[in-house]
């Protein structure tokens, strides 16, 4: 395939990834394949992609003191088994069955992010003895509210549990699956939304380089691929995020998750048929 | 419903260094780095073949062995597009796991926390282990 055609899609997989909230990975799979790329090699190279795009935005979010690094290394421990994990199942996997569990867990990607801006926060008030022992339990300076706000995780062993699974997702079908871990750090752990979409960008960049080793060994990291597609998505989600901040409207990020509801159905579509 | 618990002004800045701070500069240097060194091999590729790469195959070498020939090609000033490319990737893989080691280091040395030491150590190990995978 032509490097300056992905260049131009991974630019556009990233600008959509970034309005959506969902991250370059989960356009990009269904774009390349539909250019007829080989599922595999995509995913193969959607996780490296999602090293940069999750390091760099961690990097940001880190040094705000906002990102719980204790909960990320706990949490990380298990995603990255995951991660493995799911890598050895991809290779082992037919083409038909990864279409197909694509398509589902984008769906269930999307329902997360849909339901989420409706989750009220619930601050934990008696921590479990296991989360206290882990001391997960932090505070950070929220600007648009002038004041620091502490808090207290709880339920890890449901969160580490779960995050195992969301490790497997991750290096199964190469993206960040950064929507699931929100929902489990919000819904089961209590964290602040805040702290738990920067958190999860610190563990997505380790679990995802744990998966891509895999791929690697595997043969299946083409530099002719990788090279455009990092850069391009890379370039893609500043603009996003930058264009994301101006908006700031649900509708638009309505648009962009019909968007992704519709790559969803054709990636199921497609494994049904037998691609 | 119970409210977080809310105390006025910016958080309390801590004495010695700030893990943050390292963690937020060794994720953005590596990225930065990396997109640097790919954008450069592109545009010089692009500047001798009129393609941004040209393609052709890693083999099958595990991480370690990719990252170590990649550095030392760099150290041995063989510079060409191809080269640089891969060093880029290379740079990129090699972002988190500096993350885990200055976040091991300092759990170890300045927190002193045996519990999160042994849990970084873990990370350390269990990501090594899939670079030597084959």
């Known amino acids: ?275 | 419903m119970p409210e977080p618990k809310i105390k006025q002004g910016p958080a309390e800045s801590r004495p010695g260094f700030d893990m943050n701070l390292i963690v937020g500069y060794v994720l953005a240097v590596g990225v930065a780095s990396s997109i640097l060194l790919l954008t450069i091999g592109m545009g010089w590729n692009w500047l001798q073949t009129g393609h941004l790469v040209t393609d052709y195959d890693l083999g099958h070498n595990n991480m370690l062995q990719f990252v170590v020939r990649e550095t030392r090609e760099v150290w041995h000033g063989h510079l060409q597009p191809r080269v640089l490319i891969n060093f880029g990737i290379a740079v990129l893989m090699m972002t988190p796991f500096a993350r885990v080691l200055a976040s091991t280091v300092y759990f170890a040395v300045e927190e002193r926390n045996l519990k999160y030491t042994l849990f970084t150590t873990f990370v350390l190990l269990t990501l090594s282990y899939s670079l030597l995978l084959q």
């Open chain 1, 1 to 275: 395939m032509n490097p300056e055609l992905l260049f131009v899609i991974s630019i556009v997989a990233g600008f959509v990834g970034a309005m959506s909230g969902m991250g370059g990975g989960v356009v990009l799979i269904p774009a390349l394949t539909f250019f007829g790329l080989p599922i595999k090699e995509v995913i193969a190279v959607s996780i490296v992609s999602v090293v940069a795009t999750s390091s760099g935005s961690a990097a940001a979010y880190v040094r705000d003191h906002i990102t719980n690094l204790k909960v990320g290394m706990f949490l990380e421990m298990f995603t990255m088994v995951g991660a493995i994990v799911g890598a050895k199942l991809s290779l082992a996997a037919g083409q038909q069955f990864l279409f197909i569990a694509f398509g589902l867990v984008l769906f269930a990607c999307w329902a997360a992010l849909v339901i989420q801006p409706d989750i009220e926060y619930v601050a934990t008030v008696s921590q479990d003895r296991f989360t206290r022992w882990l001391e997960l339990e932090g505070s950070y300076y929220d600007y648009a509210a002038d004041r620091t706000i502490e808090y207290k995780a709880r339920r890890a062993h449901w969160g580490a549990a779960l995050m195992f699974w969301v490790g497997v997702i991750a290096g199964l079908l190469g993206i960040g699956a950064g929507a699931l871990k929100v929902l489990i750090h919000d819904l089961v752990m209590g964290l602040p939304p805040k702290v738990s979409t920067t958190t999860s960008n610190l563990i997505i960049g380790v679990t995802a380089l744990a998966g891509a080793s895999v791929y690697l060994a595997a043969g299946l990291i083409r530099p002719a691929l990788v090279a455009p597609i990092v850069v391009g998505i890379v370039i893609g989600a500043l603009i996003g995020t930058r264009t994301l901040v101006r908006l700031q409207n649900r509708a638009v990020r309505r648009f962009f998750l019909a968007i992704l509801a519709l790559l969803a159905t054709e990636m199921i579509y497609r494994g049904l048929k037998g691609i």
